[in-house]
């Protein structure tokens, strides 16, 4: 077992420990009534246990079906309508069971619900667990591009059982080992080279071990705790966690999001280590050990055939978290050390430098 302290809640992260949720959930909400937020998948492996533990008369289920298709303004108005007929108010809470995609909406609903209230992760995928879970930010979709509408809203605790990843399809492991090859690479090269030593065992669910899927999810989540601690609304350092996502997120919305993120954010490192080494803020060994990490855990470093650079270029202009004029980028300084950009974590890169990589 696992706890991870952040300003205004605890992560635990215990093998087996859904069976605690509604002490957790008391706990850190004293709420009268639960609203259990899951989606179609979920629902039936491990949402209904929650229901059931959390037990209190008026705790209610609701069930969005599974896919990033899910996280939009109109799941988030029917959500809220639903509350409200079910005469939800500000003592509730909301308890959100699911992988990323549920945490994101069920945070968002939490925080806009009654201006908002009190809710509690219960990550189930890898991404949600490592990554989606932690740090307080909540979104949904809109036709235009991914997270654009959000709030930043801390949940009240986070409760991850790495038990629940027995039932995870194994691709969606394999992407979420991509955020953890990413914390190791940004922070942590030991737990770089343990991830990648341990990936066999990791991938295989009958041969994972619990204290090594346990060690996994709380040092990733140690990792982006301490982030988040000091910069929580993304004004400087909070930068490092997109390493690998400029070109990730870029390559996600090439493929119209058929491709998992995971897998887009593990090419992405590929090519943006290869980019440090490129401007000179890394030595060429950086992008040699990221590709190594990625092809290790077999996960993709290359693009995907028919994505265009120039489409590249004008996703990553299009995206957010790009400032106008040069293109920035969170690159390694080293394996476990990232570029601090004189203080803006970001790195400028010339556009020749990206196609070039990209190019090559
Ligand atoms: N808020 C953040 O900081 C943050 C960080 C990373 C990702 N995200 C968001 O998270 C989403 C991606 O998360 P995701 O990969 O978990 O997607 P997801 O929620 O769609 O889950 C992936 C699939 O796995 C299924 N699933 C989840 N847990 C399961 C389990 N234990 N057993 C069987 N099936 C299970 C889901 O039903 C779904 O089909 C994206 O929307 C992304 O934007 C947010
Ligand atoms: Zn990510």
């Not at 909406?105 to 009190?118: E, N, P, Q, S, Y």
């Not at 189930?124 to 591009?145: F, H, N, Q, W, Y």
């Not at 055939?305 to 400032?323: E, G």
Request: aromatic fraction near 4%; charge should be neutral; hydrophobic fraction near 45%.
């Amino acid at each position: 077992m696992h706890s991870i302290s952040l300003p205004t809640y605890d992560v635990l992260v215990k093998h087996g420990g859904l069976a605690g949720v509604a002490d957790i959930a008391r706990a850190a909400t004293r709420a009268n009534r639960y609203a259990v937020i899951t989606d179609s998948n979920v629902v039936r492996l491990h949402g209904e246990r929650v229901v059931t533990a959390l037990g209190s008369v008026g705790t209610r289920t609701f069930t969005v079906p599974a896919g990033e298709a899910s996280k939009t303004r109109e799941t988030w108005a029917r959500l809220t309508d639903e509350l409200l007929e079910g005469g939800f108010g500000r003592d509730s809470a909301i308890v959100a069971v699911g992988g990323g995609v549920v945490g994101d909406l069920a945070g968002f609903v939490a925080a806009t619900f009654m201006r908002g209230i009190k809710y509690v992760q219960v990550p189930t995928s890898l991404i949600a667990m490592i990554d989606a879970s932690v740090g307080g930010k909540t979104a949904v979709d809109t036709p235009r591009g991914k997270n654009l509408v959000g709030a930043f809203h801390q949940p009240a605790a986070v409760l991850a059982d790495p038990a629940v990843l027995g039932t995870l399809p194994p691709e969606h492991f394999r992407s979420g080992l991509a955020e953890a090859l990413k914390h190791g690479i940004i922070a942590d090269g030991m737990y770089l080279e343990r991830t990648i030593a341990d990936a066999p065992m990791l991938l295989d669910a009958a041969a994972r071990r619990a204290d090594a899927t346990e060690a996994l999810v709380a040092r990733s989540i140690e990792i982006k705790a301490e982030i988040v601690r000091r910069d929580e609304r993304e004004q400087g350092l909070r930068q490092v966690l997109n390493f690998g996502h400029t070109i990730g997120h870029a390559i996600e919305a090439a493929s119209g999001y058929s491709l998992l993120h995971g897998d887009c954010v593990a090419v992405g490192m590929v090519y943006e280590a290869t980019m440090a080494v490129k401007t000179g803020v890394a030595g060429p060994g950086t992008a040699r050990d990221v590709r190594r990490a990625v092809e290790r855990v077999g996960l993709p470093t290359a693009l995907p055939p028919n994505v265009t650079i120039d489409r590249l270029i004008a996703l990553i202009r299009a995206d957010k978290k790009v400032r106008s004029g040069a293109l920035r980028f969170a690159l390694p300084r080293e394996i476990g050390a990232m570029a601090s950009g004189d203080g803006t974590w970001s790195v400028p890169v010339d556009e020749s430098i990206v196609r070039a990589v990209l190019a090559a």
